[in-house]
């Protein structure tokens, strides 16, 4: 740690690096693989990354259980994506300037029978570290193009879906795209996929280029979670094909709190600026609404607005919205 504490020069300039260190011991008397010996030392270095940036931890029996839950959710879960028992929910997005749905969220939901439903945050983490993000995504992009294309005669509703950047980094996924969208005859605009700040702070040419070439062909691309990194300002000048950033629900949370609502402002200026319409996420109660319209923010989801529904019920409001 100490070791990393100096900064690296990278042409001219300095750079501050943090290492995140994970340990294993082998046991006096126990005969252990060396491949065993550094898939521990890995796992108790992702659990060093959640707890503190730079820190380290040492594998210990909790982390074994852990081990042995994660294993069994991440079998389970591969049988759910072969066996088709996920199903997708959406989260209405609205238009803050006339009230109206103009697009939602496409978010997965497991089911597991005889256990009952599985929370997002504990089975994407898992289907992220075992490489399950790719199936699960393309199954997920299918459905919601599917899904997306029936809205259409009701108006023209955007369907947005993540990207977890293992798919982004596969070359074919573009490809993947424009096939789910040809399938249903979904126009690409009425895409929009949802990246995080990871995706552009990394130097991997492959994302970018991928990214790239979604926008040439009409895909919207919104990031997401915006102000919860450290590098995405900086960034946003090389992108210019972003369309939209979602302001994080955490600042939302916190509305009217002064420094929240400064940010919140600022953020929305910056989006302007770019030519970016803003999403702010989590909204919760009329107030913040009414305050997220006066501050000339363009779009908002949250509870306020809906809760995830099932396909059907979205259809249904959506048929009631272009009736009215």
């Not at 926008?215 to 919104?222: C, I, Q």
């Not at 940010?263 to 989590?282: R, S």
């Not at 000339?296 to 306020?304: F, K, S």
Request: net charge negative.
């Amino acid at each position: 740690r100490t070791a990393w504490a100096d900064p690296v020069v990278v042409d001219g300039r300095s750079v501050h690096v943090s290492a995140s260190t994970g340990v294993a011991l082998a046991r006096p008397g126990v005969p252990v693989a060396g491949s065993d010996l550094l898939r521990e030392a890995d796992i108790a270095m992702y659990r060093a990354k959640e707890r503190r940036l730079g820190g380290f931890e040492i594998f210990d029996d909790d982390m074994r259980g852990a081990i042995g839950e994660r294993l069994a959710m991440a079998s389970a879960l591969r049988r759910a994506i072969s066996e088709r028992l996920l199903t997708l929910d959406y989260q209405p997005i609205i238009d803050l300037r006339t009230g109206r749905i103009c697009a939602a969220e496409a978010l997965s939901r497991w089911d597991q029978p005889g256990s009952g439903p599985v929370a997002p945050d504990a089975f994407i983490p898992v289907a992220e570290d075992t490489g399950l993000i790719v199936p699960l995504g393309a199954w997920a992009l299918r459905e919601a193009c599917a899904h997306a294309a029936t809205w259409q005669r009701y108006g023209e509703i955007d369907v947005r879906v993540n990207v977890s950047p293992r798919q982004l980094y596969r070359p074919e996924y573009p490809d993947e795209v424009l096939a789910s969208l040809a399938q249903v005859g979904l126009p690409p605009r009425r895409l929009g996929l949802e990246i995080t700040e990871h995706v552009l702070v990394g130097e991997a040419a492959g994302p970018r280029e991928a990214l790239a070439r979604l926008s040439s062909l009409g895909v919207s691309l919104l990031l997401d979670d915006f102000g919860t990194g450290y590098s995405a300002l900086g960034y946003l000048h090389r992108f210019p094909y972003l369309e939209s950033l979602k302001i994080d629900r955490s600042f939302i949370g916190r509305l009217p709190a002064p420094g929240d609502a400064a940010i919140i402002t600022a953020v929305i200026a910056i989006g302007h600026a770019f030519g970016m319409a803003v999403v702010a996420e989590g909204v919760a109660d009329r107030d913040q609404l009414d305050w997220l319209r006066d501050s000339n923010c363009d779009l908002a989801q949250g509870y306020v607005i809906g809760r995830p529904m099932p396909a059907a019920a979205l259809l249904e409001l959506l048929r009631r919205q272009a009736d009215a």
